[in-house]
């Protein structure tokens, strides 16, 4: 007999599953999407960016748990036109950012497709019992944090889309090879930075409703804060999807120690939860209310 | 900082992955696909089967190791087709199941498909660190045994094909709600009954062939012994799919303690592993050679 029944800590409604898996560790879980004219164009992204996007996406949420990641399990559905050259590079795409990930391919499934291709990515990570953070603990008076810049993933989009072809340059890597921020998560879990947390995989203004509607309070962020590239438009930063950026809330007492960057990524206050629900965007002093509106696939 | 690394104990080629969580205990985890039109078709199987075969292929691979089943992730593409009422009856065929076998659905993913409607299933389950069944662990010697009666899943769709319409008698149930055998393999499992196990869901040939190979041996088998009921053939019984029984070796040594049930399920040996690679069927005293044949999907 087993000594005890393992017990579900966070069921759905967070970037992940958190078991609890013995006294010492609990057991992170994430599925993922990845579907053909849905969340990528074919015709668009290559297949090393597909190959690596399938994994970056549920590395992601593992990161925004402030979790390690340890195993990914694959299933694929091929449609009868796949053709090898293709798989070969979605499959060198991921096992690239597998293998600087630490993360080692445990398992998975293949079956045929009568029209798309599709991916469900399942990637396991752990962290110390009860230290994963959850997005619903922000508190009003806390910080709000974003790493990086945001919008570059909708900016990269964009202009692929427009120059119809796939754009090199190392800005819009943070498209189509944008990198998780496992090891920023992971600072923020152990030196208990955050009070809150999640990846920013909608849009800065849907997944930061989502946030406080978790926490049960509401967020006032300064426009002029927002970090973006000055190519960038605020519409793209506010709801661009799969930046894959990480977004947290920091106590006031525990905000003065955070540092400027972690692991050579920028952190940014944007602004400061507040008890009211509802976001506010404040422009020039000036408070409006933030529609919430999310970033759209295909 | 975690104390130690978390362990692969098996990757691909076997029913499930087992990961070394703690000191005391496995993680098993399975991920399948059930994809419309490839493995099943929409007009002969109502969607509470859909929905409760979804749940039951992933819990059969957990029954397969022995180990015992926590918890449960479902990923959905659903075409725009899709109407409210089936996806109702598809739950609600998950839901009986996961009740039934005290599974939590912890977690999951939703898309669009733009044409057939798929499901990935992964279940987590867990067993005594070490403890899990593999494929690999049969001797030449041991006896292979099998659960329940083997073919009534193809026979049953085969008479549901000809009929063109669902077929509600009891003797169907085993395709439409075939019960995954949780009980079995866990008795074995902790009575150290069985020195390797899978289950049998593309036919008893193609399966026992796979372990086999798997333990680097071969198998003799007995015609006259394979259970099936009056009405099913022998290729049902040899290349049926989906029967979700157990198929299990047990040493010499240990068969004469084995019980002629367990749960209510028949046990039956059917032959014995040989030295010498490859399948033998025994007919009246005659060996001959047995062609791996497996289910076909559609």
């Not at 590395?59 to 449609?79: E, N, Q, Y």
């Not at 889309?161 to 879990?189: C, Y």
């Not at 509802?278 to 408070?287: D, F, K, P, S, W």
């Amino acid at each position: 007999m087993l000594p005890r029944r393992t017990g579900l800590r966070q069921g759905i409604g967070d970037d992940c599953a958190v078991l609890s898996v013995s006294a010492r560790k609990d057991l992170l879980v994430t599925t993922d999407l990845f579907i053909e004219n849905v969340h990528f164009l074919r015709r668009w992204q290559n297949p090393r960016s597909v190959g690596y996007k399938t994994l970056a996406r549920g590395l992601s949420d593992i990161a925004a748990m402030g979790g390690i990641p340890r195993f990914a399990f694959l299933s694929l559905g091929l449609p009868a036109k796949t053709n090898e050259k293709w798989l070969r590079d979605f499959f060198h795409g991921f096992f690239t950012l597998a293998g600087s990930a630490g993360v080692v391919l445990a398992g998975g499934d293949t079956g045929r497709s009568r029209s798309d291709f599709f991916a469900d990515i399942i990637v396991t990570g752990e962290a110390p019992a009860g230290t994963a953070v959850m997005r619903s603990g922000a508190r009003p008076g806390d910080q709000i944090w974003v790493t990086g810049h945001l919008g570059l993933a909708a900016w990269g989009l964009r202009t692929q889309e427009r120059t119809k072809r796939e754009v090199r340059s190392s800005e819009f890597r943070r498209f189509f090879f944008p990198e998780p921020r496992i090891n920023v998560g992971r600072f923020l879990r152990e030196r208990k930075f955050a009070s809150a947390m999640m990846d920013i995989s909608d849009g800065l203004s849907l997944d930061l409703s989502r946030l406080c509607e978790a926490s049960c309070v509401g967020a006032k962020i300064k426009e002029a804060n927002i970090p973006r590239r000055p190519d960038c438009s605020l519409r793209d930063a506010l709801q661009g999807g799969e930046d894959l950026e990480l977004l947290f809330t920091v106590s006031p007492r525990r905000a003065g120690s955070l540092p400027p960057s972690i692991d050579g990524v920028r952190l940014t206050c944007i602004g400061e939860i507040v008890p009211q629900r509802g976001l506010v965007l404040v422009r020039r002093n000036r408070e409006t209310p933030l529609p919430v509106q999310g970033f759209q696939h295909f």
